[in-house]
């Protein structure tokens, strides 16, 4: 199996930073592809941004420009540099990953528990 641990998250100022991150373990082959979303409550979850393995990177445009996502490949490891917060970006993040493992012949959806940012003055 496959573990997402997050961390990072808490309160924060209006304007403030942030950075979560989430560490991969198990029986994993390569990932593919790891990422953040996000849901508030009553609201569906949507997605916040992406890495591939390749280091190619994408945005929703509720974040672009603020937020920050990378990986260390080595650790198995997701990162997102929230800058520039806003009382909207309050969420539940969600880390998710796509890996291949040694049982496996496509690839395996997995999802962390969540990480609550809430942005408030």
């Known amino acids: 199996q496959v573990q997402l641990v997050e961390s990072g998250g808490g309160l924060v100022q209006p304007g403030g930073s942030l950075r979560l991150s989430c560490a991969a373990s198990g029986s994993i082959s390569s990932i593919l592809v790891m990422g953040w979303y996000r849901q508030a409550p009553g609201k569906q979850r949507e997605s916040g941004a992406s890495i591939s393995s390749g280091g190619s990177t994408k945005y929703a445009d509720s974040v672009l420009g603020r937020f920050t996502i990378s990986r260390d490949n080595a650790k198995n490891t997701v990162y997102l540099q929230m800058n520039s917060l806003k009382p909207e970006d309050t969420a539940v993040y969600y880390c998710?990953?796509?890996?291949?493992?040694?049982?496996?012949?496509?690839?395996?959806?997995?999802w962390g528990n969540g990480a609550l940012v809430a942005v408030s003055s």
């Open positions: 998710n990953v796509v890996v291949i493992t040694p049982e496996s012949t496509y690839g395996m959806d997995y």
